[in-house]
């Protein structure tokens, strides 16, 4: 958490630097103050991890953005231009693309980054430049708390990990349980205090903690001495990757209990890379293909039409429904290139209908929205009941 918070420093100081390099000072970057969607397309930023080790996160938002792009321009309301910045998962990447969006693209909105840290960097650079972005899969505490221009519809950890918790111990009747996590991941650290409380609100024992690094590959020495204490079940906080070599390995040396995951776990990459070992992994997810809903149908369909067959992930559909509420913000707000009116717009977004479900934003531009408990079973995510 020491070395995630340095780093979160570092990229607040670098990033102050650039804004005033920038001459963006204080105050707002020189985009028009003002506008009709008449005047042209409104502009917004996406910035997202689309090179590296986590890419399959934001390779899933990009698709799932310009899926909702096409729809959005062809009902005609509102017209909308994306440009995108590779992030590359790298704080200071992130920094130096909200920069350039905010004061050489003069965009009106942005979304992302991709990982919370990214957004703990870069969020308040948009928000002193008064300009609204949303991060749709920042999940980590704290997120809005940067400044009244941040917006997340991504559901917090300290939401859809007691989820996950709780169906599991009531499912499994755990009784104790050893949890990993990644220590420098500052989303990884925020979810494992999560799933620490989430554990002890429910009378479970923990019986080892682990920790390991992002980009770690030999997770052999964490998961032998959990296996010597015969844990009901294991808890882990951590990406995709590193999440997926834990279950090989654990499922190899005899570990055969359920796997309970936060956000990092919703990614079809997670099963594309432990194969068979991924089975029993548990998750909690306000995205769940298989629900008997129309518009989750005509979405998934679309998608897969578009993408060769793919199924939308997580990612992909929480980026789908984030680029329809800022049409729908920008519809109401009367301008496509107002910064102020457009978060001002965005904060009052209730009852929306978006494939991830009924949604609202509260005071704190945090989302308003139900879970649903999946498992890993026979390669495929599936409703744990």
């Known amino acids: 958490m020491k070395k995630g918070l340095t780093k979160w420093f570092t990229g607040m100081v670098i990033g102050s630097l650039l804004l005033t390099t920038a001459g963006c000072g204080g105050g707002s970057a ?84 991709t990982l919370s840290g990214e957004m703990f960097a870069a969020g308040p650079i948009a928000n002193q430049a008064g300009v609204p972005i949303m991060g749709t899969s920042t999940t980590a505490e704290g997120i809005t708390e940067l400044g009244d221009f941040v917006f997340r519809n991504a559901l917090p950890e300290s939401s859809a990990v007691p989820q996950a918790v709780k169906k599991s111990v009531e499912k499994y009747s755990l009784k104790k349980v050893a949890v990993m996590y990644s220590s420098n991941n500052d989303w990884a650290v925020s979810g494992y205090k999560t799933m620490e409380k989430a554990l002890k609100d429910n009378g479970v024992e923990i019986l080892a903690t682990e920790t390991f690094a992002d980009k770690d590959t030999d997770f052999s020495a964490q998961l032998t001495k959990i296996a010597a204490l015969k844990p009901d079940a294991v808890m882990v906080s951590s990406l995709y990757q590193e999440a997926a070599l834990v279950l090989k390995k654990a499922r190899e040396i005899g570990i055969t209990v359920p796997f309970v995951g936060t956000n990092g776990f919703n990614s079809p990459e997670l099963i594309k890379i432990a194969g068979k070992a991924a089975d029993g992994a548990v998750v909690a997810s306000p995205w769940y293909p298989g629900k008997e809903n129309d518009k989750i149908k005509k979405f998934v369909a679309d998608y897969k039409a578009k993408y060769n067959n793919k199924v939308p992930d997580q990612f992909a559909a929480q980026s789908y429904d984030a680029l329809y509420i800022y049409a729908s913000a920008l519809e109401k707000a009367g301008s496509t290139t107002d910064r102020k009116k457009l978060r001002d717009s965005l904060a009052t977004i209730k009852d929306f209908q978006g494939v991830t479900g009924k949604f609202a934003f509260d005071d704190k531009r945090n989302p308003l929205m139900d879970a649903t408990v999946l498992i890993v079973k026979d390669g495929q995510f599936t409703e744990l009941k």
């Open 30 to 113: 020189p985009a028009a103050s003002s506008g009709s969607q008449t005047g042209g397309a409104a502009k917004i930023g996406v910035v997202s991890y689309l090179t590296g080790g986590g890419a399959a996160y934001g390779q899933s938002q990009k698709e799932g953005l310009e899926l909702a792009k096409d729809e959005i321009n062809a009902q005609g309301k509102v017209k909308i231009d994306l440009i995108f910045e590779d992030s590359r998962g790298n704080n200071n990447e992130a920094i130096n693309a909200v920069n350039k969006l905010v004061n050489k693209d003069n965009v009106v909105g942005i979304i992302g980054p």
